[in-house]
């Protein structure tokens, strides 16, 4: 139980902690934005050195570090993605289409960070994915196909966009997503997430080792991360709230 709960504390820290961290660096601007990237580029080979030499440490330290690792990987380009140094070939606004025609654009106006992350995926799943350590696999599993997940919903419409995190230059990423109550997706990515939430959190309660605790009570506590922010993508909620210190005034 008590690794659960320090698997759970340590994943909360992290998660709020980086998101700010990401959205203040990208407001930065001149020479600061160039030496945050870099400080960030250096944070990315320490995170996939990270990744390859802790794949066959089956204990609880590497279980943390292997988690810690994967998530330097995915700061660093979600932070090239809000600089707008990766993003797609389509940077305009949404033309006024709807259906297949739409969901094209939209794919357009962010293909080359998709390309990112399956190439950096490669790098972190192929070390880990059959080692004694598979952390880094699966934890960058679990954010991808949470991301993709939100990308999804917000496509089809949520109440809240998060648009206020976008700075000025990708505002019109906006025009990509659509405002709504409810749409018919949300409710299937919400169950599943809930569901493998709960089938890692069981083995995070049944686990026999110190490595097999830590590791199900990381990937666990991140499922449940991710499983709030869906909900708070459709609940009356300001999102910004949580990380009012990493945003600049007039956002």
Avoid at 176 to 200: D, E, H, M
Avoid at 228 to 248: K, Q, T
Wanted: hydrophobic residues 55%; contains cysteine; proline residues 4%.
């Amino acid at each position: 139980m008590h690794s659960l709960w320090a698997a759970a504390s340590f994943t909360i820290l992290v998660w709020w902690l980086s998101t700010g961290l990401i959205v203040r660096l990208a407001d930065l601007r001149g020479l600061r934005r160039g030496h945050g990237f870099l400080a960030a580029s250096v944070l990315l080979g320490m995170g996939l050195y990270g990744v390859v030499s802790t794949r066959e440490q089956a204990t609880a330290s590497g279980a943390y570090i292997a988690f810690a690792s994967t998530l330097l990987v995915w700061g660093w380009q979600e932070l090239a993605f809000l600089l707008g140094l990766i993003t797609g070939p389509n940077r305009k606004p949404c033309p006024p289409v709807t259906g297949w025609t739409r969901a094209w654009h939209a794919f357009t106006a962010i293909a080359h960070h998709e390309l990112a992350l399956l190439v950096l995926g490669i790098a972190v799943i192929l070390p880990s994915w059959d080692a004694p350590n598979r952390v880094a696999a699966v934890t960058w599993s679990v954010l991808w196909v949470m991301r993709l997940s939100a990308k999804i919903n917000l496509f089809l419409g949520v109440r809240n966009c998060y648009e206020t995190f976008l700075p000025p230059s990708l505002q019109y990423l906006v025009t990509y997503f659509s405002q709504r109550r409810f749409n018919g997706f949300f409710p299937v990515s919400f169950l599943v997430t809930l569901l493998a939430s709960t089938l890692v959190l069981r083995e995070a309660f049944a686990a026999g080792t110190a490595y097999e605790s830590a590791a199900a009570g990381l990937v666990g506590s991140l499922l449940v991360l991710a499983l709030i922010e869906h909900i708070l993508l459709m609940v009356p909620f300001e999102p910004d709230l949580l990380w009012r210190w990493a945003l600049r005034d007039e956002r």
